[in-house]
């Protein structure tokens, strides 16, 4: 009698080469960079070209090849328009932080000594020495600026040439993904064994939901904290309000990391622009209550209850999908987590119904 029938030694085949393609992704995580940005824009994507296609130019309709094309002019345009926004006001703010470190330092410095001495620290270096230190080797003048971020960053030939070469694929893999999605998915769907399709596809309906409702209210949620942060930080007399505004609001959709680089921008643009309290106080109720408002208010009404994921779940998310995928790992660790989070609340279900759990 054998020990295993056909289909179990079928079964277990199949898993194997299941784990050993999971494994192999793992690896190649390194590479996968412009698939995973690629097939992210794709989903988030694909509903416009959709649209398009249903839209009729008399009795012809859009062929999709047209609609994909528009759609990528019109993302390349939005991302040119946001670089010019940014790169500029990079640009014009490097030097005049180079000027103010030293005194912001001198600042600093007197005001901790007193409190640092009665504690009995010394400070084993001189202001000038803490001065020259910060502003040769982390902010160099002319040409260093670029040299020390290359050499910090470590950035050489290669890491350079990968990054070219990532912006250059994505809008590659993009094309293709959009004109193609629909026979591509068709195409996954012929793959799953027949006793599994009807309970696939009612999973990947609901997981489909989920992200188009994520997707959705995550983009409403980045488009009123960019407006509310670029109006508020203008009312407070910000010189590079839009900028910084829309950055924060932008990076939104990335938990507490977001709203952290968003807050350092605008904690670098008031150390150029203000020296009294009153701008920090001023700051501090302006990100204050935007983090309070998105948190306690929008992100659950917008987003959806359906999204939310424990604190603890959300970092360790972060933390795993960095590490996996590098920067695109962390854009595509809260969709993720949330897909995850379906297909455990089935795995539950189906163990509770299971004779292993009751008897």
Request: charged residues 10%; proline residues 5%.
């Amino acid at each position: 009698m054998a020990l295993f029938t056909p289909q179990q030694r079928q079964t277990a085949l199949w898993t194997g080469i299941g784990i050993f393609l999971i494994v192999i992704l793992l690896l190649l995580g390194p590479i996968l960079t412009p698939f995973i940005a690629g097939a992210i824009l794709a989903y988030a994507l694909n509903p416009i070209v959709d649209w398009l296609r249903s839209k009729r130019i008399g009795t012809l309709r859009l062929p999709r090849l047209i609609a994909v094309i528009i759609v990528m002019l019109l993302l390349i345009a939005i991302v040119t328009a946001f670089a010019l926004i940014m790169i500029p006001m990079l640009i014009r703010e490097w030097p005049m932080l180079y000027e103010q470190i030293p005194a912001f330092i001198a600042k600093v410095n007197n005001y901790l000594s007193p409190i640092l001495n009665e504690l009995g620290i010394q400070i084993p270096a001189d202001n000038a020495g803490i001065k020259k230190i910060l502003t040769e080797q982390f902010v160099p003048k002319g040409d260093g600026v670029w040299k020390s971020l290359i050499a910090s960053a470590k950035f050489g030939g290669t890491a350079v040439l990968t990054w070219a070469w990532n912006l250059i694929l994505i809008p590659v893999v993009l094309f293709y993904l959009l004109k193609d999605w629909h026979i591509m998915m068709r195409k996954l769907r012929d793959m799953i064994p027949r006793r599994w399709v009807t309970r696939a596809v009612s999973f990947s309906r609901e997981v489909n939901s989920m992200l188009a409702q994520y997707l959705r209210g995550q983009l409403l949620v980045m488009v009123i904290l960019s407006s509310y942060y670029s109006i508020t930080l203008a009312l407070a007399g910000y010189n590079v309000a839009l900028p910084v505004g829309i950055m924060t609001g932008m990076l939104a959709f990335i938990p507490y990391i977001g709203i952290c680089f968003g807050l350092a921008l605008a904690i670098t643009a008031t150390l150029l622009q203000f020296t009294g309290m009153e701008a920090w106080i001023t700051l501090g109720i302006i990100y204050g209550f935007g983090y309070s408002f998105d948190g306690l208010l929008m992100t659950p009404k917008l987003v959806g209850d359906r999204i939310q994921l424990h604190p603890l779940i959300v970092i360790f998310a972060l933390l795993a999908f960095g590490q996996l995928f590098g920067f695109v790992g962390i854009l595509l660790a809260l969709p993720s987590s949330a897909i995850l989070s379906v297909a455990y609340k089935h795995l539950r279900n189906y163990y509770f119904d299971s004779n292993f759990y009751k008897s």
